[in-house]
């Protein structure tokens, strides 16, 4: 997807096979293998090595060793083919991502990890964070063109589907929570199709549903609304109040924002509203007004009990607010951390509930300041100077939407940064994306290599 010559896809109304094969016979052998990498890199950030997990099992919570080396070196392998590909053919697009800020974050981490209360482990994870996010960032330079890249989002969603909806009918008691799941049975019934859990199948589907959107705007007139139309479906059983509500919220905001020309009027679209999100959740545990104003609204005031966990954050965050933590390390043992009284089951929480007071835990309030510089800030500049340039308008709301929905779903969820949560993937995916549209065209389709 770099960067010459503009090429606005014109996938025909057929079957995907089809579509598939005659893509991939227009491609020489190298530019197959970079489409292929694209399509296993979705795979596994998306379908993970462990698809299906028993939730009945005890063991269920339980890292296995053998698995997540697994993890590490096939992320760590395909970052590494990434890598190699790009710096090949897009040397000017990698040199684009070098840069002060970019430095600064990266910096930040490693200097966080040397701090960590558990350095081991901080180092561990960040390992596999930087291979997953190396590799979320290099997907839209591998496929050579447009239409490549769309054949493989495509492919990859496809087949993610698949699996969910084999899973739900063939075996339910893998692919749906059930009244004999040992953490939450309470969940019963809520699909959760490949997934571990429906709170990370429901904003995948909601990608899922952006991204068949996009593929029907594109020109794929069976593979797009067919996308679109099963992840919609899975994504209303999956139960995930918070992703069904800003499904179509998050798209029509996009749509407001791709049609408003000023950068200042769009960052009012996105953002204030944002900032009342996370006053009216967080905000809600640390002032009383704030608290009240929430009271008022048709919603439960502790969103499920998430109160209690923002509380015991933000005395985390108190305790180390400038060197925080330590990455991707404060959960793990809070067991015998001090709580408010009648809050002690926040202990047993896997993460803040809110991406944004996560950060602050473990990387401290400067870290959370670089992260919000480079993937909350900068995302809508980059937006702002693609469709300045009209650059693939279809693919940059793609890219928008996702990214949108990222930053409104950690509100109440933790993703950000978070090692290879898919969500977190699809998003920096989408991040990386308007950062490359911002300063380059799609090439147009070529008969031979590039």
């Known amino acids: 997807m770099s960067r010459n010559a503009a090429d606005m896809t014109d996938l025909e109304a057929r079957s995907f096979g089809r579509a598939l094969r005659e893509g991939l016979a227009g491609l020489s052998a190298v530019q197959t293998a970079r489409c292929l990498v694209a399509i296993a890199a979705l795979l596994l950030a998306l379908v993970t090595l462990d698809p299906f997990p028993d939730l009945r099992n005890p063991d269920v919570t339980t890292v296995v060793g053998g698995r997540m080396a697994v993890a590490y070196i096939c992320f760590g392998l395909l970052a590494a083919v990434a890598v190699l590909f790009v710096a090949v053919t897009d040397a000017p697009a990698l040199k684009t991502l070098v840069k002060p800020l970019h430095l600064c974050l990266v910096g930040w981490l490693l200097i966080n990890i040397v701090f960590s209360e558990s350095r081991g482990v901080s180092a561990q994870r960040f390992v596999l964070a930087a291979s997953a996010t190396s590799l979320a960032v290099l ?57 571990g859990h429906k709170n990370v199948a429901s904003p995948v589907m909601t990608i899922l549903v952006y991204v068949g959107i996009y593929l029907a705007s594109a020109g794929s007139f069976v593979m797009g609304p067919a996308i679109a139309a099963l992840a919609g479906i899975f994504l209303i059983f999956t139960g995930g109040k918070t ?25 009012i679209i996105c953002f204030v509203p944002l900032i009342a999100m996370n006053l009216l959740t967080v905000g809600s545990v640390l002032s009383p007004a704030l608290g009240t104003m929430t009271r008022l609204l048709p919603l439960d005031p502790t969103f499920t009990g998430r109160s209690d966990i923002w509380q015991f954050a933000l005395a985390a965050v108190a305790e180390k607010p400038v060197i925080g933590h330590g990455y991707a390390a404060f959960w793990d043992d809070v067991t015998e951390r001090q709580t408010a009284q009648g809050a002690e089951w926040a202990t047993s929480a896997a993460h803040s509930h809110n991406s944004y ?76 994306g308007l950062h490359f549209l911002a300063r380059f065209q799609c090439v147009a389709p070529m008969k031979s290599g590039r």
């Open 243 to 267: 992703s069904s509500v800003l499904c179509l919220a998050i798209y029509a905001l996009a749509s407001l924002v791709y049609v408003t020309r000023s950068l200042w009027v769009k960052r």
């Open 357 to 432: 007071l996560d950060l602050a835990v473990t990387i401290g309030l400067p870290g959370l300041l670089l992260v919000i510089l480079v993937f909350v800030l900068a995302p809508l500049v980059n937006f702002q100077s693609a469709q300045a340039h009209s650059r693939s308008g279809a693919l940059a709301k793609l890219f928008l939407a996702v990214w949108l929905f990222g930053l409104y779903y950690g509100t109440t969820e933790t993703f950000l940064l978070e090692r290879q949560n898919p969500v977190w993937f699809m998003f920096a995916l989408a991040a990386a």
């Open 139 to 195: 997907l839209p330079l591998l496929p050579p063109t447009q239409r490549s890249f769309n054949l493989c989002l495509g492919a990859a969603a496809l087949v993610l589907l698949t699996l969910c909806y084999l899973g739900v009918f063939l075996a339910p008691e893998y692919s749906m929570h059930t009244a004999l799941d040992i953490t939450e049975p309470q969940l019963a019934g809520d699909w959760r199709g490949s997934f």
